[in-house]
């Protein structure tokens, strides 16, 4: 089993640029979820999702989109980059109703 | 509302001395807790969790952390550090018997060991 995967590792875009960071499971977990990581500030929910065809706003939902087509693959967009969304993203799966997530290894994301 | 509150942002330990971080939370229901470690460059790991089945919870690595409900506290131990234990380490909480999502993490706490 791969885990959780998470594609690119590290990304630079301008102000205004959209992007898709990717996410994927190999575990058949039905939660799937995408986290910001800023210093200082732990790990910040921004969409969750608890199986194909459903999603859900976490902490800091505003500047992204997800939706979750597959059980697979849960892809966060950013429609229009902003410099406070500079950060480091991490994707996580778990089975439902469990409290033990799995993490992918992080994206870092500079917007200039 | 819950929180978790991680006292030290960074702690230095010298190699095989005690690790102590920690953890205090605020629940109004009762908690589950956990310790997560991230290692450079790498997504979180879980370490130990606590359910309420024993208050002296051993994880991964020699690392064991104990619930006081008393002191709203579940600090994080390790009777001799090595250095392969710096990281970052994160204490969170969630209701019991509550999904994933409700969740919350801590700030974090950045372990260096000194030769």
């Known amino acids: 089993n791969a885990g959780v995967t998470q594609t690119p590792k590290f990304q630079v875009l301008k102000t205004g640029q959209s992007m898709t960071l990717q996410c994927a499971q190999d575990?058949?977990?039905?939660?799937m979820s995408w986290y910001r990581q800023d210093p200082g500030m732990g790990l910040r929910l921004i969409h969750y999702s608890v199986g194909a065809g459903i999603t859900d706003q976490g902490e800091v939902p505003n500047g992204y989109n997800v939706s979750r087509s597959t059980t697979e693959d849960f892809p966060l967009r950013l429609l229009s980059a902003a410099p406070s969304q500079t950060s480091v993203y991490f994707c996580a799966s778990s089975y439902l109703g469990s409290d033990e997530q799995f993490f992918g290894p992080g994206t870092r994301l500079t917007v200039l | 509302a819950q929180s978790v509150t991680q006292l030290g942002s960074h702690v230095s330990v010298s190699e095989g001395a005690l690790v102590l971080l920690r953890c205090n939370y605020s629940s109004s229901v009762p908690p589950y807790l956990f310790w997560y470690v991230q290692y450079p460059n790498q997504g979180l790991q879980l370490l130990l969790k606590y359910t309420s089945a024993a208050t002296l919870v051993k994880g991964i690595n020699g690392f064991e952390a104990e619930f006081k409900k008393s002191e709203t506290s579940f600090h994080l131990t390790k009777p001799s550090a090595h250095m392969s234990d710096a990281a970052e380490y994160f204490c969170?909480?969630?209701?019991?018997?509550?999904?994933?999502?409700?969740?919350?993490f801590g700030s974090g706490t950045r372990l260096s060991i000194r030769p």
């Open positions: 969170a909480v969630s209701d019991q018997g509550s999904s994933a999502s409700k969740i919350i």
């Open positions: 575990m058949n977990h039905e939660y």
